[in-house]
């Protein structure tokens, strides 16, 4: 995933959460909410509940790993942050990947491919 796509600001993901509105899903949460932006902003948040910090980056990269492929089928003007539960280490990433296209089709956040 490329730098652009990152939220990379604490006051962004602050806004993200108290704007925002959530989706759940079994290995992860979604919150989004419009930004002032032409882009997508995707941010990752990972607890101490998931694991060590060995465990917890390689969730973020993960996450990063399902997302990016996506990126250009979501809604413009959109920041995005997933938050891991402790399953995500756990599960194949096919799984993963489907979850993730299933909770951005619930959000609305995927434009219609022809």
Not at 33 to 51: H, L, M, P, Q
Request: aromatic fraction near 8%.
């Amino acid at each position: 995933m490329n730098r652009s796509y990152s939220l990379k600001r604490h006051k962004e993901f602050r806004y993200t959460y108290r704007v925002g509105k959530s989706v759940g899903a079994h290995l992860f949460s979604l919150i989004w909410a419009k930004n002032r932006t032409d882009s997508v902003k995707v941010g990752f948040s990972v607890s101490k509940k998931v694991g060590n910090s060995v465990q917890r980056n390689r969730a973020k990269r993960r996450l990063r790993a399902c997302i990016t492929p996506m990126l250009e089928s979501i809604r413009k003007g959109t920041n995005l942050v997933f938050i891991a539960r402790r399953d995500v280490l756990d599960v194949p990433f096919a799984e993963m990947q489907r979850q993730m296209t299933d909770v951005l089709k619930r959000a609305g956040l995927l434009e219609k491919t022809a």
